[in-house]
């Protein structure tokens, strides 16, 4: 008998779905047809898929190509031919399937925050002042240690809270969803290396 | 304006030291944050917080070695020799105050296996996941 693959009800695929534990797959599900996407979209805002699913390493592609980045799978042990458009020679900081990229020039710190599977989706975020900055070094960048979200900004994009570990004094910050201007948290409190939203 | 998110964000350094402040309060352009432990004598690389599998929150530290410097040694380049162990504890946590009841030293992982890094911290199941990660392991980027 012939299956109609395409029509397929959402309880098999839901199963077929459930057992792919590489975020790689998802995408190659989800580019099937219209109703395999339909099923991969209503999984993804499901809050569910978060400790289903494998995080994947970004690493540098074998040519050490300097505008992209390739993707390594945990379960299959392997390097996905798909490639990002996620600069090599730039910092990088995840949370929340985001990127969080840092630019320094002119003696301001930038992070942007991308989602590498939007080309066209960015969000600028205020410049970010640093006391401390020792100018002279090359990887300024170096000095965002780490950039947390609290929720995927794709699937909140008004209620979303970014919190920065910043400066060589590993002090902390953080900014909500359009504000114009980070809150610093008091300078005297210091040495940090990780924040959590509970 | 509202905000959705409603919570506290919890804070940790390397040397022991955690804080937490509410986003949800604040008008000021500075913020005092509330102290949760204070500066402990121990110093530790890195110090993660992840969410277990059952949502309480855990306190990873992670400490690198030094290499033994005898006198007379010749070789007195000192580079350090990458990860040596972690500890990990669980944080009890009285979230309408904010105020830590106590930090319990865990022996073993359980089911969870954590994922440390740059990144957000990150626990997975290890019977879930049996057939790619290892049980009770951290993978972490060895970032020294």
């Known amino acids: 008998m012939e299956v109609d693959w395409r029509n397929l009800e959402a309880l098999p695929l839901n199963l077929i779905f459930d057992k ?25 805002q499901n809050h569910q898929i978060k400790i289903n699913v494998l995080p994947m390493l970004l690493i540098p592609t074998k040519r050490k190509c300097r505008t992209k ?9 392997t390097i996905y031919h798909f490639q990002l458009q996620v600069p090599y020679n730039k910092r990088f900081c995840g949370s929340s399937g985001w ?27 205020p410049p970010i002042y640093m006391l401390d900055i020792d100018r002279r070094r090359e990887n300024c960048e170096c000095n965002v240690h780490k950039v947390i979200l609290s ?48 | 304006m509202l905000y959705f998110y409603k919570g506290l964000v919890y804070v940790v350094g390397r040397w022991n030291n955690i804080v ?41 530290k992670k400490f690198i070695g030094y290499p033994n410097l005898v006198d007379g040694d010749d070789d007195r380049i000192i580079h350090g020799s990458g990860t040596k162990r972690f500890e990990m504890y669980k944080l009890e ?5 904010g105020k830590l009841i106590q930090m319990l030293k865990l022996d073993s992982l359980g089911d969870n296996v954590l994922f440390l890094g740059d990144s957000d911290s990150l626990s997975l199941s290890a019977s879930y996941f049996s057939n790619c990660l290892q049980k ?7 970032d020294f």
């Open chain 2, 20 to 60: 937490t402040f509410d986003v949800c309060y604040s008008k000021d352009e500075k913020v005092i944050p509330n102290v949760v432990s204070s500066w402990g004598t121990v110093y530790a690389h890195r110090a993660y917080l992840v969410k277990s599998l059952e949502g309480e929150p855990w306190l990873v």
């Open chain 2, 136 to 142: 009770d392991s951290i993978y972490y980027t060895d």
């Open chain 1, 69 to 77: 980045r390739g993707l390594y799978g945990i379960s299959s042990n």
């Open chain 1, 20 to 44: 792919l534990v590489e975020r790689m797959d998802h995408i190659y599900f989800s580019v099937v047809c219209k109703n395999w996407y339909t099923i991969a979209k209503v999984n993804y």
């Open chain 2, 93 to 97: 946590l009285d979230l309408q105050s």
């Open chain 1, 151 to 198: 929720t995927n900004p794709t699937i909140r994009p008004h209620d979303y809270v970014v919190v920065t570990i910043y400066s060589m004094r590993n002090c902390h910050a953080f900014i909500k969803a359009g504000q114009k201007n980070w809150t610093y948290i008091d300078y005297n409190y210091y040495c940090f290396t990780d924040v959590i939203f509970l």
């Open chain 1, 99 to 125: 990127l969080a990229k840092v630019e320094y020039s002119k003696a301001t710190t930038i992070i942007t925050l991308l989602n590498p599977f939007k080309k066209l989706v960015s969000i600028p975020l």
